[in-house]
């Protein structure tokens, strides 16, 4: 069956029908907030899905990257009066450098030792936010200004989250696009073995900078999006190791490699996460242990699971339909 | 020629794993590569390819220069290979295996994938088509949906060559397509070989220790022995060589000799 245009347009309708009237659902603030924040994960969750689940490349990185384009747009804005509009693409390009930088240590590096140089610079950029003044030091940044369109500012939990959603969702749409075209095959070329996937023609060094490029764009585009997120308060201990466990726990429990991978992770984590907040001491070991048990139970996430479900329920359809057939002969 | 080496010359440590070896390939040739273990054959496929950088000599495909190129450059320019360890994607799909090894082939832009673009769906519709063609000729298409790494042993060798052919090379190296076979296998993977070459206009050299591979299929055999070449030409002439003989049996002694090395030991 080909797909054509309209049969390829209804799905995304759908879902955006769907996420439109979900916040709708409850009028209370809180869950619209919570919402808001889920959409927000999805898009960094994704974004590392592709740099991690699919390239393989196991970077702790990302969170600095979001930071950046938080700072970036939350500076952009507060100081130099740049609309949203601007600062958001203006933090996608900042991360989207140093998400290239954070990359080139990959052309060496493999696995743990690539995690360690990552953290190393992840951290290094935290701990420069964290000390500089102009970016508010240990203090926070403060009084971001929303997004504005025309007179009217962005400033309520629900139309914020109509300014997520559809960025959200058109992530998930671009995601999905790499990932299923030649772009998406040489990721995991490079990850499964990038000697083989080298002697196939493909540029590995080329392919690993764009994985680590695309990712950088989603979290620069994150970052922005929780800057200017009512109150308009960013703050360095929103961007430490703690939360890159959180983010890694989304994909790893999703299904590293899975292109529904980091949206399940996302949503479900998010969840946990507050209804865990009051016991927030444990939460780290509670997260840490979640990866250890999904890593040694469940590899491939729970998109591993639904699709071997599936797998088996069209391997049963075939073998009653081929045994009937037989029967009947 | 369309492969035409010379001087390759190639050091691990103090050990000359090649030699200045020259080694040249006529277009729509089957050429066997031979020798004991350790002589140097996969360090010349290695070298060829790019994998390695040789110290010494250069290379040139259908006339042109590919000396110290990489490997995806090589790898464009029209030479194919596999590999001993066979190196399957094996998380990916049979078709996606082969998909990978047409990626040169693929005709859209980074930002039209990325944004999901009609022509995208078209071309992608096309390969899949034409590499769907591929796997029924190598007898894979009802596993096109399968992982790689869940396949047989001998149905790997297969994907193997399929994902190489799928580069649409001038020229594909095997290096020990049958090692691991049962006889009947070897047979029909003889008989695959030699369909796909002239269904897909390839040349081939053929790294094999199995030696009936070699002598049924190959026109031309090189013989390698400790990094050098110690013999070239028709397969039943190589078979009678004394320097070949001695490379795999050994050499025979004289009287006098086996009594000094029983003296000795």
């Known amino acids: 069956m080909r797909a054509t245009p309209v049969r390829r347009a209804w799905p995304w309708l759908l879902g955006f029908g769907a996420l439109l009237v979900l916040p709708l659902i409850t009028s209370n603030a809180y869950h619209r907030y919570l919402l808001t924040i889920i959409l927000i994960n999805v898009i960094l969750a994704v974004g590392l899905n592709i740099v991690k689940g699919f390239a393989g490349q196991v970077t702790v990185g990302h969170i600095a990257l979001a930071a950046i384009g938080a700072y970036t747009s939350a500076a952009l804005s507060a100081y ?46 935290r701990i420069y936010f964290s000390a500089t003044d102009y970016f508010g030091a240990s203090i926070g940044f403060g009084d971001i200004p929303p997004p504005f369109i025309g007179g009217y500012a962005i400033n309520t939990h629900l139309s914020y989250y109509y300014l997520v959603m559809p960025l959200a969702l058109a992530g998930i749409y671009f995601s999905f696009a790499i990932l ?11 990850r499964e073995d990038p000697l083989a996937a080298s002697v196939s023609g493909i540029n590995v060094r080329k392919y690993k900078l764009l994985a680590f490029l695309i990712s950088a764009l989603y979290a620069g585009c994150a970052g922005s999006l929780q800057a200017h997120l009512s109150p308009g308060f960013i703050h360095p201990n929103n961007y430490t190791i703690v939360e890159m466990v959180t983010l890694l726990l989304m994909v790893v429990l999703g299904g590293i490699g899975h292109i529904w991978g980091g949206i399940i992770g996302a949503v479900l984590v998010t969840i946990v996460y507050d209804l865990t907040r009051d016991y927030y001491q444990y939460q780290l070991a509670i997260f840490g242990m979640i990866i250890v048990l999904t890593v040694t139970y469940m590899p491939k996430g729970i998109g591993g699971i639904i699709d071997r479900l599936f797998a088996e329920r069209r391997f049963n359809a075939r073998r009653k339909a081929s045994a009937e057939k037989s029967n009947a002969a | 020629m369309l492969l035409e080496v010379k001087g390759f010359s190639k050091q691990f440590g103090g050990l ?3 030699s200045n070896v020259d080694f040249s390939v006529k277009k729509g040739e089957i050429r066997g590569l031979i020798g004991p273990n350790g002589s ?21 495909l259908d006339g042109e220069d590919i000396s ?6 090589i790898a464009r320019r029209g030479i194919a290979r596999t590999f001993q360890l066979l190196r399957l994607f094996g998380q990916m799909t049979v078709l996606e295996n082969l998909l990978v090894g047409h990626h040169a082939h693929i005709r859209y832009s980074a930002p039209a994938a990325i944004f999901g673009l009609p022509n995208v769906w078209a071309e992608e519709t096309r390969v899949k088509d034409e590499m769907m063609d591929l796997l029924s000729f190598i007898g894979l298409a009802d ?11 001998g149905q790997r060798r297969l994907l193997t060559i399929g994902r190489a052919i799928a580069m649409r090379p001038k020229i594909l190296l095997l290096d020990e397509p049958a090692a691991g076979l049962s006889p009947v296998n070897v047979d029909n993977l003889l008989r695959l070989i030699v369909s796909l070459k002239e269904r897909y206009g390839l040349t081939l050299v053929v790294i094999e220790h199995i030696l009936k591979v070699v002598m049924d299929t190959c026109e031309t055999v090189t013989v390698l022995e400790h990094g050098e070449k110690i013999a070239e030409g028709p397969p039943a002439k190589i078979k009678d060589d004394p320097r070949v003989v001695e490379a795999y049996l050994g050499k025979e002694m004289s009287d006098a000799e086996v009594q000094a090395f029983l003296k000795a030991s």
Request: hydrophobic share 45%; aromatic share 10%.
């Open chain 2, 143 to 153: 596993y096109a949906g399968m992982p790689a790494g869940e396949l047989s042993g």
């Open chain 2, 68 to 73: 110290g190129l990489e490997p995806h450059e």
């Open chain 2, 16 to 18: 000359a794993a090649i």
């Open chain 2, 40 to 60: 140097g054959k996969s360090t010349l496929f290695n070298l060829i390819s790019g994998v390695y950088t040789p110290d010494k000599g250069r290379i040139s």
């Open chain 1, 80 to 125: 130099y009066g740049v609309p949203f509009w601007l600062a958001l693409p203006g933090a996608m390009l900042a991360a989207g450098l140093a998400g290239v930088m954070i990359g080139i240590p990959s052309f060496r590096l493999e696995g743990a030792y690539l995690a360690l140089a990552t953290l190393g610079l992840a951290e290094s950029v």
């Open chain 1, 180 to 190: 299923r075209s030649d772009i998406g095959r040489s990721f995991q070329a490079l």
